[in-house]
């Protein structure tokens, strides 16, 4: 039986969408308030989600544990209280949208989740705005 689990984290960090090579006009134009020169900050909400069969010996589709240090690991640890812009290796030359975070969590947590099992990021920017990606495997 196929079957999902989730497990939900956060964590707060700055950024600045800005494309370098634009001017200054055109990124404020696009961008808005996002393009402020001196950042501004999310209270992001994750959702990471697994999806395979499951264990029918164990009654596990893995271990929650397993799912919750990863995600501690190459996440929260990773950019918590952090600018995305100025802190981060991921974002150096990476524009830090929602879309973008969401696919550089989901690299990040791939290499930690069984390949057998399915993997999906939901990422929560605001209460109403959230970005889903699950990869193109």
Known sequence: ????????????????????HWSDEQN????GLCNNINYHGHNYELIVTVTGMLN???????????LK???RD???ERFDHKNLNLDTVEFKSLNP?????AVV?????RKRIDKHLKLKITLYETERNFVEYAGNE
């Open 105 to 109: 969590i989901w690299q990040l947590l």
């Open 97 to 101: 949208t929602a879309e973008n975070i």
């Open 28 to 31: 404020k134009a696009y961008f």
């Open 56 to 66: 029918e010996e164990t009654g596990y589709l893995m271990d929650m544990k397993v």
């Open 74 to 76: 190459e996440v929260e």
């Open 69 to 71: 240090d990863a995600i």
């Open 1 to 20: 039986m196929e079957i999902s689990v989730s497990r939900k984290a956060h964590f707060n960090a700055a950024h600045r969408l800005h494309v370098p």
